[in-house]
């Protein structure tokens, strides 16, 4: 089974600090990818990376960077927490463009992240 | 801007009753299909998938039925139980254009509630 795993579950900072999620997939596929999940706006894609040291924006990243320094590895940062960075972070996975079934994500249990 | 949608924000059934949840989609170029689950407090969890070159697909308990011709997918489960109970979200994957990597799109969700 796919296993992908948080750093976190519950987390709790205070504006202004730097952030560090992280977030590990165990079954060695390309792509990764950080959501932020909030009521009423589902699930918006913060930045994903296709490969190692490769990253590309996604809808909202302003706020956010990400670090792939090792494959199964992807962190997401902020640089400086603010209060309307409080929300639930969810990692996923998914295999590579090249295999069958190559976009079923696989997600993590998600950290809540509050920024008080 | 997202293009999934779905037709009832909540459904509720009855314990042993079928269920059928509904999603509308408008990228016909969307090539892919996944349902995804989610409990309170944890992650999306991979339910089953469907690729555009197929109606139907079975898994245990559930199938999914895709109809392009008006965009419509839907999931249906049978013989619904108390633990089904979660927030039910369908996906469309697009690659965009000039891009090698698959997009998932999600919906914002229904929410499952099974009465016993």
């Known amino acids: 089974d796919v296993k992908v795993t948080q750093s976190s579950r519950y987390l709790v900072k205070r504006t202004g600090e730097k952030v560090f999620l992280e977030c590990v997939q165990d079954m060695d596929h390309e792509n990764m990818f950080w959501y932020r999940q909030d009521p009423g706006l589902g699930l918006r894609l913060i930045y994903f990376s296709y490969d190692v040291k490769m990253k590309e924006k996604g809808d909202i990243p302003e706020g956010y960077s990400v670090s792939r320094e090792k494959k199964e590895r992807f962190s997401l940062i902020l640089e400086s927490a603010s209060t309307n960075q409080t929300s639930m972070y969810l990692c996923a996975s998914s295999q590579g463009v090249l295999a069958a079934h190559t976009d079923t994500q696989y997600f993590g249990p998600g950290t809540r992240l509050t920024v008080l | 801007g997202e293009s999934v949608g779905l037709h009832l924000p909540t459904l509720s059934v009855q314990e042993g009753d079928n269920s059928i949840i509904n999603c509308a989609y408008s990228n016909s170029a969307s090539d892919y299909f996944i349902w995804y689950k989610q409990e309170s407090g944890k992650g999306p969890q991979f339910i089953i998938d469907?690729?555009?070159?197929?109606d139907k697909r079975q898994g245990q308990r559930v199938t999914v039925l895709l109809n392009k011709t008006v965009k419509h997918l839907s999931l249906q489960i049978a013989a619904t139980q108390p633990g089904d109970s979660a927030v039910y979200f369908c996906a469309e994957n697009k690659r965009d254009r000039g891009s090698t990597l698959g997009r998932l799109y999600f919906g914002r969700g229904t929410q499952l509630t099974v009465w016993p």
């Open positions: 469907i690729r555009s070159n197929m």
